[in-house]
């Protein structure tokens, strides 16, 4: 990434020198890829609104449950690509991996995600907290952010 913004600098000051309109026109091009869109993409991201849906499951051994978030783009700029990361206890974790969604999100458009549980002993889990990723079009940067939403699992003995 550094390589690219050295790369950015070095075209805008060519640019300067040559002062052609392609020249002109690829410095800006690449001025707006590598400095003005991360930057406005977390401006953005950081609006996100993201919420679970429900409070706290109550279930018994080998029964399945699922958890649901709800994510909100308040903003008028879309987004690429959004992941979510919920950390879940091994023990509620439906198969060998954690699921982790990925999903683009419109402008002034929500989603529901939700991922499925198994519950296989007893005990109170809390989830939470949320990593959520976000990238834009072009791959050139990516936005990590923490959430402290938190929900409680708790299962029941036989």
């Not at 690829?26 to 991201?45: C, D, G, H, K, Q």
């Amino acid at each position: 990434m550094i390589g690219w913004k050295a790369l950015t600098l070095i075209g805008a000051a060519l640019a300067l020198l040559w002062q052609t309109r392609p020249a002109y026109a690829v410095a800006y091009l690449m001025l707006l890829f590598f400095f003005a869109a991360p930057n406005l993409l977390e401006r953005s991201a950081k609006k996100l609104i993201v919420s679970r849906r429900g409070g706290e499951q109550y279930l018994f051994p080998g029964d399945e449950g699922q958890v649901s978030l709800v994510v909100q783009n308040p903003t008028v700029l879309p987004f690429a690509w959004i992941s979510i990361l919920d950390s879940i206890p091994r023990n509620l974790v439906l198969g060998t991996r954690l699921p982790k969604p990925v999903f683009s999100l419109g402008p002034k458009q929500s989603r529901e995600v939700a991922f499925p549980l198994l519950a296989r002993e007893r005990g109170v889990y809390r989830l939470g907290p949320l990593e959520l990723f976000v990238g834009d079009f072009f791959g050139i940067s990516t936005w990590r952010h923490h959430i402290a939403a938190e929900q409680t699992i708790v299962v029941y003995p036989q």
